[in-house]
T-cell receptor
Framework: NAGVMQNPRHLVRRRGQEARLRCSPMKGHSHVYWYRQLPEEGLKFMVYLQKENIIDESGMPKERFSAEFPKEGPSILRIQQVVRGDSAAYFC???????????????????FGSGTRLTVV | AQTVTQSQPEMSVQEAETVTLSCTYDTSESDYYLFWYKQPPSRQMILVIRQEAYKQQNATENRFSVNFQKAAKSFSLKISDSQLGDAAMYFCAYRRRVQGAQKLVFGQGTRLTINP
């Protein structure tokens, strides 16, 4: 059972280009979370999605950033017109549906991918 | 809003010794989870240990244990018999314990170095 797969592992973009980061959740997981890690900082929550629905996007910048999780295929984090400040590691995590993460169940179903390091030159 | 603070940017310890990493948090909730994650140079986020706030007993996983002080909102990680493979960034994290509240709030991290 493969873990959470993120690709590419490294991505270099010039200022003004678009960056597309992909995340394939673990088998059986229907919920995806994106986090951003700036250099020498902790992970910051960006967005939480289930298939075809955004649950919580309170951490997403208001402009240039968008996320989707279509019925088929991976979740995509899209950054338009990238700037140097977007350089960071972007992590995806996945989990089973929330009712399986109810307080009386194990939280170990929340699994992280290895991240995509985005460098804007 | 909940916040998590790790006041030690870097720590070092001799191999086989014990080290304690500090974490404090701020929340108005009474029920929540706390976690310690390890991030080696590979960048993979590895769950080390978790604690449910309603449990008074401190969690333990082999050489890793926590000191959870709910009133003080403190959650430190103790690593016993440190090994070279323990060298990594360590992040403390918080999550509300309500259904549907899935996001984690992380601290800034502590870089742990193990000296042979």
């Amino acid at each position: 059972n493969a873990g959470v797969m993120q690709n590419p592992r490294h991505l270099v973009r010039r200022r003004g280009q678009e960056a597309r980061l992909r995340c394939s959740p673990m088998k059986g997981h229907s919920h995806v979370y994106w986090y951003r890690q700036l250099p020498e900082e902790g992970l910051k929550f960006m967005v939480y999605l289930q298939k075809e629905n955004i649950i919580d996007e309170s951490g997403m910048p208001k402009e240039r950033f968008s996320a989707e999780f279509p019925k088929e295929g991976p979740s995509i984090l899209r950054i338009q017109q990238v700037v140097r400040g977007d350089s960071a590691a972007y992590f995806c995590a996945s989990s089973p549906p929330p009712f399986l993460l109810a307080p009386w169940t194990s939280f170990y179903g929340y699994t992280f991918g290895s991240g995509t390091r985005l460098t804007v030159v | 809003a909940q916040t998590v603070t790790q006041s030690q940017p870097e720590m070092s310890v001799q191999e086989a010794e014990t080290v304690t990493l500090s974490c404090t948090y701020d929340t108005s909730e009474s029920d929540y989870y706390l976690f310690w994650y390890k991030q080696p140079p590979s960048r993979q986020m590895i769950l080390v240990i978790r604690q449910e706030a309603y449990k008074q007993q401190n969690a333990t996983e082999n050489r890793f244990s926590v000191n959870f002080q709910k009133a003080a909102k403190s959650f430190s990680l103790k690593i016993s018999d440190s090994q070279l493979g323990d060298a990594a960034m360590y992040f403390c994290a918080y999550r509300r314990r309500v259904q549907g509240a899935q996001k984690l709030v992380f601290g800034q991290g502590t870089r742990l170095t193990i000296n042979p």
